[in-house]
């Protein structure tokens, strides 16, 4: 593997930068963390930190890359938007790197072309496990377009897949399948590099393999039981209605810009139009509109790294001072179609809503049961005061004799009916807290 130069220091942390402020200056816009799951993550890392343990069965790697951020920051909330920035430059370093052989801008355009897409922002807003798990994808990438050694491109892919069956099941999916194309398209490679690829894939299409076989019998734990979500997949993958084209406005460019990779690698037939050629494919079959909507959005938004290996390649091609027209062409197409979800991007409550939360220990004493039938509240409760209450979202049994349990709603959404009996101690301008009657 090519040992980076010192003239290329300053553009390999110019991407990291210039990612990082990027996605805080999206993500600060709000001083709470962002999305329905977001609270979640907070949930995870409280429990990981205090208790050893994460508090629900999940993929377990990607906890353990943002706990040092939850960690070392007074403010948790930032603590985990500065992991979201760090982890999207770091995955944007890797990118350029990669593509930096092909040219400067080629390795820009990788980089950028990932950070600033919607559907990389989507993913940071609501699904960070997904997100962070990226960071392997853009490692196996970089190893396909660079590695050297065979044996060493075999441990290293094997590593990265590893880690990303650890960290997020669509991840994994994705790079299952890509690692099987680019081992199908590395026969049409001319160069003598073409062993070396078919190293780098094989490793990590049997790596994943292995595993997917270890998760669906003897040890499901190891990916936090994620493989639920895929039989899930498997038995109905037309669940939630169908995607279909008219519903997509992004699926006629999902499908050029595939098949421009696709044309590129029967074109040139080299190592690199190989990784474009699987890319490609790939992109078009995350979008294919025959699968069930529920499943479309979440596949669609692993286009985030389908994106950059045909990208870069493409600016490469161009000749001369047309380079950075193509690179400004692509980062403008990219900018406009994300500025209308960056509006749209912002936590699941709003600030009213949270400071009227944090003040639940007011009228709850400690260790009491809190009924929350909302997931939105409950996540944001749980975050906040988990550690001195039991937070429940199913209906709860009368309370026992000493006692005490609180139903928590969003004021104008009350159920159907409070129980008789039951005394509202709290009418905020978003949140009632009641108190069940005891026995």
Same mark, same amino acid.
């Given at each position: 593997?090519?040992?980076?130069?010192? !003239?290329?220091?300053?553009?390999?942390?110019?991407?990291?930068?210039?990612?990082?402020?990027?996605?805080?200056?999206?993500?600060? @816009?709000?001083?709470?963390?962002? %999305?329905?799951?977001?609270?979640?993550? &907070?949930?995870?890392?409280?429990?990981?930190?205090?208790?050893?343990?994460?508090?629900?069965?999940?993929?377990?790697?990607?906890?353990?890359?943002? =706990?040092?951020?939850?960690?070392?920051?007074?403010?948790?909330?930032?603590?985990?938007?500065? *992991?979201?920035?760090?982890?999207?430059?770091?995955?944007?370093?890797?990118?350029?790197? *990669?593509?930096? @052989?092909?040219?400067?801008? !080629?390795?820009?355009?990788?980089?950028?072309?990932?950070?600033?897409?919607?559907?990389?922002?989507?993913?940071?807003?609501?699904?960070?496990?997904?997100?962070?798990?990226?960071?392997?994808?853009?490692?196996?990438?970089?190893?396909?377009?660079?590695?050297?050694?065979?044996?060493?491109?075999?441990?290293?892919?094997?590593?990265? /897949?590893?880690? *990303?069956?650890?960290?997020?099941?669509?991840?994994?999916?994705?790079? *299952?399948?890509?690692?099987?194309?680019?081992?199908?398209?590395?026969?049409?490679?001319?160069?003598?590099?073409?062993?070396?690829? @078919?190293?780098?894939?094989?490793?990590?299409?049997?790596?994943?393999?292995? &595993?997917?076989?270890?998760?669906?019998?003897?040890?499901?734990?190891?990916?936090?039981?994620?493989?639920? #979500?895929?039989?899930?997949?498997?038995?109905?993958?037309?669940?939630?209605?169908?995607?279909?084209?008219?519903?997509?406005?992004?699926?006629? /460019?999902?499908?050029?810009?595939?098949?421009?990779?696709?044309?590129?690698?029967? =074109?040139?037939?080299?190592?690199?139009?190989?990784?474009?050629?699987?890319?490609?494919?790939? =992109?078009?079959?995350?979008?294919?509109?025959?699968?069930?909507?529920?499943?479309?959005?979440?596949?669609?938004?692993?286009?985030?790294?389908?994106?950059?290996?045909?990208?870069?390649?493409?600016?490469?091609?161009?000749?001369?001072?047309?380079?950075?027209?193509?690179?400004?062409? +692509?980062?403008?197409?990219?900018?406009? +179609? !994300?500025?209308?979800?960056?509006?749209?991007?912002?936590?699941?409550?709003?600030? %009213?809503?949270?400071?009227?939360?944090?003040?639940?220990?007011?009228?709850?004493?400690?260790?009491?049961?809190?009924?929350?039938?909302?997931?939105?509240?409950?996540?944001?409760?749980?975050?906040?005061?988990?550690?001195?209450?039991?937070?429940?979202? #199913?209906?709860?049994?009368?309370?026992?004799?000493?006692?005490?349990?609180?139903? +928590?709603?969003?004021?104008?959404?009350?159920?159907?009916?409070?129980?008789?009996?039951?005394?509202?101690?709290?009418?905020?301008?978003?949140?009632?807290?009641?108190?069940?009657?005891?026995?």
């Amino acid at each position: 593997m090519p040992i980076v130069s010192r !003239s290329e220091l300053p553009y390999l942390l110019a991407s990291f930068l210039l990612a990082c402020a990027i996605l805080l200056a999206i993500y600060t @816009r709000y001083p709470i963390v962002y %999305g329905i799951d977001g609270p979640y993550y &907070l949930i995870q890392l409280r429990s990981l930190s205090s208790e050893g343990a994460i508090k629900y069965p999940d993929p377990p790697l990607t906890y353990y890359l943002l =706990l040092p951020f939850y960690l070392l920051s007074p403010d948790k909330n930032l603590g985990l938007k500065l *992991a979201v920035a760090f982890y999207g430059g770091l995955t944007s370093l890797l990118l350029y790197a *990669a593509f930096r @052989r092909v040219s400067r801008f !080629s390795g820009l355009t990788a980089a950028l072309s990932f950070v600033i897409s919607p559907y990389t922002l989507r993913l940071a807003n609501d699904f960070l496990k997904n997100y962070v798990s990226l960071l392997f994808l853009a490692a196996f990438i970089h190893l396909a377009v660079n590695e050297e050694d065979c044996r060493r491109a075999v441990i290293l892919s094997s590593i990265a /897949a590893a880690a *990303a069956a650890l960290s997020h099941v669509l991840t994994y999916g994705v790079f *299952a399948v890509l690692a099987l194309l680019l081992f199908a398209f590395s026969y049409i490679v001319k160069s003598g590099s073409a062993r070396i690829l @078919r190293c780098c894939s094989a490793g990590a299409a049997a790596t994943s393999m292995i &595993l997917l076989a270890i998760a669906m019998s003897a040890a499901p734990q190891i990916v936090g039981y994620d493989t639920v #979500k895929l039989l899930s997949f498997i038995e109905n993958p037309f669940g939630g209605g169908r995607g279909l084209p008219s519903a997509r406005v992004d699926f006629p /460019a999902s499908v050029l810009l595939g098949s421009a990779g696709l044309v590129y690698g029967i =074109l040139r037939r080299s190592r690199l139009s190989a990784l474009a050629m699987a890319s490609g494919l790939t =992109l078009i079959l995350l979008n294919l509109p025959i699968l069930g909507a529920s499943w479309l959005f979440r596949f669609s938004l692993m286009s985030s790294m389908m994106i950059p290996p045909i990208a870069a390649p493409l600016v490469g091609e161009v000749g001369g001072r047309a380079k950075l027209t193509a690179f400004l062409l +692509i980062l403008g197409f990219m900018t406009m +179609i !994300s500025l209308p979800m960056v509006k749209a991007l912002k936590p699941s409550i709003s600030m %009213g809503e949270y400071r009227e939360l944090q003040r639940i220990p007011e009228y709850a004493p400690s260790a009491s049961k809190l009924l929350i039938p909302g997931v939105r509240l409950r996540y944001w409760v749980e975050a906040l005061h988990g550690d001195r209450y039991e937070v429940l979202g #199913k209906p709860l049994t009368p309370p026992s004799r000493g006692e005490s349990a609180y139903l +928590i709603l969003e004021v104008g959404k009350p159920p159907r009916r409070i129980p008789r009996g039951s005394e509202v101690v709290f009418r905020g301008e978003y949140v009632m807290i009641v108190k069940l009657p005891g026995v």
